[in-house]
């Protein structure tokens, strides 16, 4: 938009860029050459937590890699958590091509997650495109037509390779390497112990919800029976722990105090309990947790590390679309639909019948590419790009 | 402005949706294609991306079926709105094409516009598409040589349908004593070609465009006695221009393009005698071109004009670049029916 425009338009978005826009001496062009890894992301904020699923690996890896963003909010607070990485930032694809033309050694692009503003930068052939994802879920958001853009697409294990086969269409350019989850890989070591035996013997829930959804055919959160259904369990636990997903109550404002409604239900259960802050990290969560209730989404794959019971919550006739992989969430999760399914579900596991125990192990290598995760994979192929 | 569906028919049987998100060019991208479109008997809908040229569209086409979608949401609830939608075209890459390229049920098919030579960069993006149609085969050597894996990509040669009564129009030669002249300079050269055409060479009229109209009245003192036999035209009247025949061109290598291939007639080049003719890289290549830097060359190139020896060479570029045999047999339309 044409600077006298959005002064006239937007005149707080006019002012806010100008304070924010990166000065002109911090682009020191002559510094960036050496790089050869590029991660990426066309997000806005919510981009920080695709990134730093990452950035601790691209560092262990030991390369030069650098880091660019879209958003200035996000540069900024990227500057401000990994003060010793470089991070970029470029408003317009004209910007963006001044930096990448002094990158003359930089081999390979990440893509954590798939913007419209990653175009951007595909379109630089001589380079690589990888995508690495942010998690791994059924849903169909995670295997469509857009991939193909992509040269190689690094997947955990061989389940996301298999929605791509049975998605119906041709993705013949695009090479899938597994390459585990390193993010999951401490957690995984943690999983040797069996779940019944960890914590002294203390049964700690972990509750996931998803949001509502942008629209009600994509509604898929549990959040409005989870309190009955904890009116109805508590007692089989040592503690609870509850993750909500920020954007609960969004479009449904009856769900916006759902965090009030619990603590205080909870509190007067007199069971320890905590409702776990936006910005926590959920694998502290699941590392102190041996049993979960999640909603559909890719959290259900970060607490199948732990190998321990999962319940997931499907929702009746809603329809759900997703990708299909050999392995459903019927196969190594507890499915439920409703409080009574979940109760006797819960009580047939806690009483000694954990049924899905194999098909839970086969999950952890087929989605999770445990071997991989185990064997630093996903290192080992980026100091291969640099080779 | 919000989701705009009052143009979508009540129980549409649309087929196909061709998806319009340039910031600027949505108003010729959709002129290049409407009229292609609107000549099969098939239901088609028009996305636009942009609210500014979606009020400006709904008014210049106010029976055809053009939508504006905002947000991807907003594009999920046109796509599910339209239960027989098979394919969606799209005229440019762009950052909110993946909006679409989300719907796996949807036959995605890049079709560029009439500028795809400047908007089109042949990149790895180009591969979220299911097929791409492209006039020639040189589009097709293009997308090959960019990029090591074109994997997947379907590339189809459908020709170009805009231009396809042009090629019917000039199929056959017939002396029209009358020659077209574009150069993108007024360099000295212009003036002697033309006397040489209107007093000796003498049988010729002129159709004459300048960049600078401006100069018009210069140029016409300059061939007093003549001006009934010159014809002069501001550059933006280009295409009304070359509706009407011509023996042949004279262009300079800033003027030359693909697009005179379609008239079947000779191709004349003025290169400054500064620039070396075996280095020149044009749109295009040189042995379809008589090129010439002087008098004494355009007269011998004029001399032999009838015999046209490089025609055989000017038919194999018309087929490279404008896919003249596709287009003849309708390769497009035939595609279309086939989705």
């Known amino acids: ?387 | 402005m919000a989701l705009n569906l009052s143009k979508l028919k009540t129980n549409n049987q649309n087929i196909c949706m061709l998806h319009l998100a340039s910031e600027k060019l949505n108003k010729y991208h959709l002129a290049y294609w409407i009229e292609i479109f609107d000549k099969y008997p098939l239901q088609i809908s028009y996305l636009v991306r942009d609210k500014k040229s979606f009020k400006e569209l709904i008014r210049l086409y106010p029976t055809h079926q053009i939508l504006f979608a905002s947000t991807p949401v907003d594009v999920e609830t046109i796509v599910n709105a339209q239960v027989l939608l098979k394919a969606v075209f799209f005229s440019l890459n762009t950052v909110k094409d993946i909006h679409l390229l989300r719907f796996n049920h949807l036959k995605h098919i890049f079709i560029g516009t009439k500028e795809s030579k400047q908007l089109l960069q042949y990149t790895k993006a180009y591969r979220a598409y299911d097929e791409i149609w492209v006039s020639g085969q040189h589009m097709i050597d293009k997308y090959k040589s960019s990029f090591e894996n074109v994997g997947h990509m379907n590339l189809k040669i459908i020709g170009k349908p805009q231009i396809k009564e042009i090629f019917l129009e000039n199929e056959t030669y017939e002396n029209r004593h009358r020659v077209f002249i574009y150069l993108s300079k007024l360099p000295s050269i212009l003036f002697q070609l033309m006397h040489l055409l209107l007093s000796s060479l003498n049988r010729y009229s002129i159709c004459l465009i300048v960049e600078q109209y401006s100069i018009i009245n210069n140029l016409k003192m300059m061939i007093k006695g003549y001006s009934s036999k010159v014809d002069s035209y501001p550059k933006n009247k280009i295409s009304d221009v070359l509706s009407s025949s011509f023996d042949y061109f004279i262009t300079d290598i800033d003027t030359i393009s693909i697009a005179y291939l379609a008239y079947n007639k000779p191709l004349l080049v003025y290169v400054d005698k500064n620039i070396d003719k075996t280095t020149l890289k044009l749109d295009i290549p040189n042995d379809a071109l008589y090129l010439f830097s002087n008098q004494e060359e355009f007269l011998e190139i004029v001399k032999n004009i009838d015999k046209d020896i490089l025609k055989s060479k000017r038919d194999y570029y018309t087929q490279y670049f404008l896919g003249k045999i596709e287009t003849l047999e309708d390769r497009f339309a035939q595609e279309l029916i086939g989705l």
Request: proline residues 3%; positive net charge; contains cysteine.
């Open chain 1, 1 to 387: 938009m044409n600077k006298w425009i959005q002064f006239k338009e937007q005149p707080l978005r006019f002012l806010k860029d100008i304070m924010l826009k990166p000065k002109r001496v911090e682009m020191n062009y002559s510094s960036l050459s050496p790089y050869t890894h590029l991660l990426y992301t066309g997000e806005n904020i919510t981009g920080f937590n695709h990134l730093n699923l990452w950035i601790p690996h691209f560092i262990e890896a030991n390369i030069d890699f650098l880091v660019f963003v879209r958003n200035l909010k996000l540069f900024h607070f990227l500057k401000k958590e990994y003060p010793h990485i470089t991070v970029l930032f470029a408003k317009s694809q004209t910007e963006l091509d001044v930096y990448l033309q002094q990158l003359p050694f930089l081999k390979a692009c990440f893509y954590p997650s798939n913007t419209g503003k990653n175009l951007h930068l595909l379109h630089f052939n001589h380079l690589k495109h990888i995508f690495i994802g942010h998690g791994d879920s059924d849903k169909t958001a995670s295997v469509h037509k857009y991939f193909r853009v992509y040269d190689e697409n690094w997947t955990a294990g061989e389940a996301h390779i298999d929605r791509f086969r049975n998605a119906g269409f041709n993705f013949l350019g695009l090479e899938n390497i597994r390459v585990g989850r390193p993010n999951l890989k401490e957690i995984l070591e943690l999983s040797e112990v069996a779940w019944q035996e960890r914590f002294e013997g203390k049964i700690n829930l972990l509750y996931l919800s998803t949001w509502e959804g942008v629209v009600f055919e994509h509604d898929y959160t549990s959040v409005s029976m989870i309190n009955t259904a904890f009116n109805n369990i508590y007692t089989t636990f040592d503690e609870i722990n509850i993750k909500l997903h920020p954007w609960i109550g969004r479009r449904e404002s009856n769900l916006l105090n759902t965090s009030k409604v619990l603590e205080k239900s909870l509190k007067e259960k007199n069971i320890k309990f905590s409702i776990a802050s936006k910005d926590t990290n959920i694998n502290i969560l699941i590392k102190k947790s041996n049993i979960f209730i999640c909603d559909i989404s890719a959290v259900v794959t970060d607490c199948l590390a732990a190998n321990a019971p999962i319940f997931v919550y499907i929702p009746k006739n809603k329809g759900i679309k997703l990708s299909k992989s050999k392995m459903g969430y019927e196969d190594y999760t507890y499915v439920f639909s409703t409080v009574d399914e979940l109760v006797t579900k819960i009580d047939t596991v806690l009483g000694g019948n954990d049924y899905l125990r194999e098909k839970r192990e086969e999950a952890m290598q087929y989605i999770l590419g445990k071997e991989e995760t185990l064997q630093n994979q996903f290192t080992k192929q980026l100091i291969n790009i640099k080779n």
